[in-house]
T-cell receptor, first 112, second 108 residues
Framework: ETGVTQSPTHLIKTRGQQVTLRCSSQ?????VSWYQQALGQGPQFIFQ???????GRGNFPPRFSGLQFPNYSSELNVNALELDDSALYLC???????????FGPGTRLTVT | RKEVEQDPGPFNVPEGATVAFNCTYS??????FFWYRQDCRKEPKLLMS???SGNEDGRFTAQLNRASQYISLLIRDSKLSDSATYLC?????????FGRGTSLIVHP
């Protein structure tokens, strides 16, 4: 067990709705990264937060946004959901920036 | 050309076999490299970091070739429990890029 937790485990939303996913990082880790993983693909980097600031962003539109809190937990918000947003959303925590990452179990989002 | 490329496989090998995967990357400024293992419908788990000098952990050996811009993972004496998808990760700055993974199936 990595100590990284995510909620909820599964979620079903309708196109156009908004969703918030949550992640608690491993104790002592100050960096959280979010990924989207479609079936049969590797995780795609959405963004990373370090000490409450966005530290890097992948090729995702602005309707994907996030927050990191003083306890280093994090949220991923997705507005105006599209069918293609259906995927496994993973968060990973680490110490500092580009070091080894430890993943949570993921949230499986289905958009209908 | 994709930033990080892996042969998706599957690699189908008998128990006890030696199998090797490669992962090529396009960004010559890449700084750190990792291999992860992902079981079906589970999260990726860190397998090992890849150092310039190469590194070994039991039956697993990882190597980095900066000149040719690839990393490799060698698994010796394959076990049934090694069946999984193996993902390589290449970091340039704060942007980690995953390959799509290589599927390994070890059969009796």
């Amino acid at each position: 067990e990595t100590g990284v937790t995510q909620s909820p485990t599964h979620l079903i939303k309708t196109r156009g709705q908004q969703v918030t996913l949550r992640c608690s990082s491993q104790s002592g880790h100050n960096t959280v990264s979010w990924y989207q993983q479609a079936l049969g693909q590797g995780p795609q980097f959405i963004f990373q937060y370090y000490r409450e600031e966005e530290n890097g962003r992948g090729n995702f539109p602005p309707r994907f946004s996030g927050l990191q809190f003083p306890n280093y937990s994090s949220e991923l918000n997705v507005n105006a959901l599209e069918l293609d947003d259906s995927a496994l959303y993973l968060c990973a925590s680490s110490l500092e920036g580009a070091s080894e990452q430890y993943f949570g179990p993921g949230t499986r989002l289905t958009v209908t | 050309r994709k930033e990080v490329e892996q042969d998706p496989g599957p690699f189908n090998v008998p128990e006890g076999a030696t199998v090797a995967f490669n992962c090529t990357y396009s960004n010559s400024a890449s700084q750190s490299f990792f291999w992860y293992r992902q079981d079906c419908r589970k999260e990726p788990k860190l397998l090992m970091s890849v150092y310039s000098s190469g590194n070994e952990d039991g039956r697993f050996t990882a190597q980095l070739n900066r000149a040719s811009q690839y990393i490799s993972l060698l698994i010796r004496d394959s076990k049934l429990s090694d069946s999984a998808t193996y993902l390589c990760v290449v970091n340039a700055g704060y942007i980690p890029t995953f390959g799509r993974g290589t599927s390994l199936i070890v059969h009796p």
